[in-house]
Nanobody
């Protein structure tokens, strides 16, 4: 069974940095794009950043200039480097992958990031 396995996260002070990592566990034919979403308490899940196979990226306006997404196609991993963190970045962060011709959505279990003021 294919799974997304996340690591990183935790508690950090405002202005600090955290790095999230996500790896595909299991055999998979084709990953079109990978990315990170987040969900804060009482809010809907929202896109943080995506990276496509060729390296094109897109970011939510709230994180532009502070977060950087990177991907290793050979290892099927995606990382999110988060700098200059703010309390409003506090959320559960979910890894996401779009698989195959139908862009089937695969999700990680989520990892908590808490930014204290």
């Amino acid at each position: 069974q294919v799974q997304l396995v996340e690591s990183g996260g935790g508690l950090v002070q405002a202005g600090g940095s955290v790095r999230l990592s996500c790896a595909v566990s299991g055999s998979i034919s084709s990953i079109n794009y990978m990315g990170w979403y987040r969900q804060a308490p009482g809010k809907q899940r929202e896109l943080v950043a995506h990276i496509f196979r060729a390296g094109t990226t897109n970011y939510a306006n709230a994180v532009k200039g502070r977060f950087t997404i990177s991907r290793d196609n050979a290892k099927n991993t995606v990382d999110l480097q988060m700098n200059s963190l703010k309390p409003e970045d506090t959320a559960v962060y979910y890894c996401h992958a779009a698989i195959g011709v139908s862009n089937y959505a695969l999700w990680g279990q989520g990892t908590q990031v808490t930014v204290s003021s």
